[in-house]
């Protein structure tokens, strides 16, 4: 700090007036130029507001991790981790892993359906709709998408599904894949738009089909963009609770099977555990919550761990 | 066609043979009226100002330029005598005959290895894929800069050796002609000295066509040269390019026919 300050200070009295800029006069040299007082001041204020506006937008990330992890940690054990729920929310004792066996469950389902079908479609707008009228309505819908409540998804596929053939894992897998899709196809459709033409030049001129130019050049390209929207979704619907409760119900039993009975994730047995009045839940939701938390956190990493590996280093 | 340094004593048949052709791109005509013939194993330069439709031209020889959005073409391009434009014709089937080179090195991010086997696998190639790449670096003279690093990003080659690269990844599918569009302009003298020099080796078993804005580089490697020119109509102030002269680089450079020719070789508008 002071280094910067001290030759302004010393250069006060030797010109008279200092100034910001303008062309060099006679008798001027370049170190006489300095910036005026009032111009350092501002910019040290605004490096400070730009400053405290980041740690302010860190503040309730900061906390909620605190939270999460001190609390959680007090519950979370191996029985934690390898059990399924204690039929009675009073008991302590038990797990999630029936939650954890759900949220597994589902998602994959999910990711399983909307990851390929997502990227085909980005790869239509891109590579072939372009500008045509399916490709507007596809973008328009995949925003409109972007936006709905979770819950209204999980309405719609509890009257559409639910209704006829009950709760279950497979309903749960498929709002969850609704909300994943428009996430999957907008980030890849960015992804491959950053894609050069040269390369496709490059590609068609050695007489690859338009075809193989996708395949071998253009979605290798991007495949690392992709990676981290398919992340993005994948943790946006473990995160989901709302379309859950409607689809999935949530159970205390752990199962495996995708139809004909309930099934749990950890953001509904969180939920459940959250709201009920004894101290034995609470303690399991909040261990649960940082089951997830961790979840999350390590998907995160393997994606960006394959992508570095993937993409071949500049 | 014939000139004196055809030794073996027959009319050689041309590779290319433009009839007539006329490019727009959606309603504005770009190229008017180009009729000109490429010889085999030979290099031949396109030389004219900014904007008069070089790499137009060239684009249309592997049908590179109906990518682009709006682009047409009226006129015949004869390959061996058979029209690339005509109905049935594969533009894909076209590219994999004539290979192109691009101004700026475009290798893939891949490496150096799987970019010289790119259009081989994609083709469905049988044979030693080592020996194809080998032989490819070799004759695009970079394999001994890169032997020991076939694994290695393409992207960390520098400039030169990436635009070498193109080079042998275009002839590792065995192309009949190489098209290059302006392929030294964004390397260092040095470099492209390299490149010029690897063309003269090239040219012994490919037909060569190259666009360049460097008259200095047309003179001193091609043996032919088309001189493309752009029009104006004076009451619409549309802009098309029209072939002005096509001939031996020799001829062009030191007794040009037509004026403007003349006048551009000499450095007079550029």
Same mark, same amino acid.
């Given at each position: ?84 729920? !204690?039929?009675?929310?009073?008991? @302590? ?5 029936? %939650?954890?066996?759900? =949220? $597994?469950?589902? /998602?994959? +389902? ?85 894609? !050069?033409?040269?390369?496709?030049? @490059? ?5 690859? %089909?338009?075809?193989? =130019? $996708?395949?071998? /050049?253009? +979605? ?95 | ?270």
């Amino acid at each position: 700090m002071s280094d910067r300050t001290l030759p302004i200070s010393d250069s006060a009295g030797a010109l008279g007036e200092r100034w910001a800029g303008g062309r060099l006069g006679a008798g001027l040299s370049l170190r006489d130029c300095r910036p005026t007082r009032r111009r350092v001041w501002r910019d040290r204020r605004n490096k400070a507001l730009v400053i405290l506006a980041v740690l302010i937008t860190l503040l309730p990330v900061g906390m909620i991790l605190y939270h999460i992890t001190s609390k959680g940690l007090k519950t979370m054990d191996w029985e934690f981790l390898t059990s399924p729920m !204690p039929l009675s929310f009073r008991r @302590a004792g038990g797990g999630f892993l029936n %939650a954890l066996v759900g =949220t $597994v469950i589902m /998602v994959g +389902l999910a990711a399983a359906v909307s990851v390929p079908l997502g990227i085909m479609a980005a790869v239509y707008l891109v590579e072939y709709g372009k500008r045509n009228w399916l490709a507007k309505v596809i973008r328009f819908f995949s925003d409109v998408m972007t936006g709905v409540p979770s819950v209204f998804v999980g309405l719609f596929v509890y009257t559409a599904l639910v209704v006829q053939f009950g709760f279950g894992a497979l309903m749960g897998a498929a709002s969850l894949a609704i909300i994943m899709l428009p996430i999957i196809v907008r980030s890849t459709e960015e992804m491959l738009k950053l894609v !050069p033409q040269e390369l496709k030049d @490059a590609s068609l001129a050695l007489g690859a %089909a338009k075809w193989q =130019t $996708v395949v071998k /050049v253009v +979605l290798p390209s991007a495949a690392p963009g992709i990676a981290t929207g398919v992340m993005l979704a994948v943790a946006r619907a473990a995160g989901e609770t709302a379309p859950l409760i409607l689809t999935a119900l949530g159970s205390y039993q752990l199962t495996a099977k995708l139809w004909g009975e309930p099934m749990s994730a950890l953001t509904l047995a969180i939920f459940d555990g959250a709201r009920n009045p004894f101290a034995a839940g609470q303690a399991r939701a909040w261990a649960g919550a940082l089951e997830l938390l961790l979840i999350v956190l390590v998907c995160t990493i393997v994606a960006r761990v394959i992508a570095s590996r993937s993409r071949i280093k500049r | 066609m014939t000139t004196s340094d055809d030794t073996q004593g027959f009319v050689e048949r041309p590779v290319f043979s433009v009839r007539d052709l006329n490019v727009y791109y959606g309603s504005n005509l770009a190229l008017r009226g180009i009729n000109l013939d490429i010889r085999p194993r030979r290099i031949t330069a396109i030389i004219g100002p900014s904007g008069c439709g070089k790499s137009t031209l060239l684009r249309c020889f592997n049908r590179m330029n109906e990518l682009i959005p709006g682009a047409r073409v009226e006129g015949q391009v004869l390959y061996h005598g058979e029209d690339i434009y005509a109905p049935g014709v594969d533009p894909v089937v076209v590219r994999r005959h004539i290979g192109m080179v691009f101004q700026r090195p475009n290798p893939f991010p891949k490496s150096i290895y799987d970019n010289v086997a790119f259009g081989a696998r994609i083709n469905g190639y049988k044979g030693d894929m080592d020996e194809l790449v080998e032989r490819s670096l070799r004759r695009a003279a970079l394999w001994d800069e890169v032997k020991n690093k076939l694994k290695k990003s393409a992207l960390d080659l520098s400039g030169g050796q990436q635009q070498r690269l193109c080079i042998a990844r275009a002839i590792a599918v065995e192309p009949d002609v190489i098209l290059m569009d302006e392929p030294a302009s964004a390397l260092d003298p040095i470099a492209t000295t390299r490149i010029e020099d690897l063309m003269q080796e090239l040219k012994e078993d490919y037909s060569i066509v190259i666009v360049t804005h460097n008259m200095q580089q047309a003179a001193r490697i091609s043996d032919e040269t088309a001189f493309l020119y752009t029009e104006v109509d004076e009451t619409t102030s549309a802009r098309w390019g029209i072939l002005v002269e096509f001939g031996e680089t020799a001829q062009i450079f030191t007794r040009p026919k037509d004026k403007r020719t003349e006048d551009y070789v000499s450095g007079r508008f550029g």
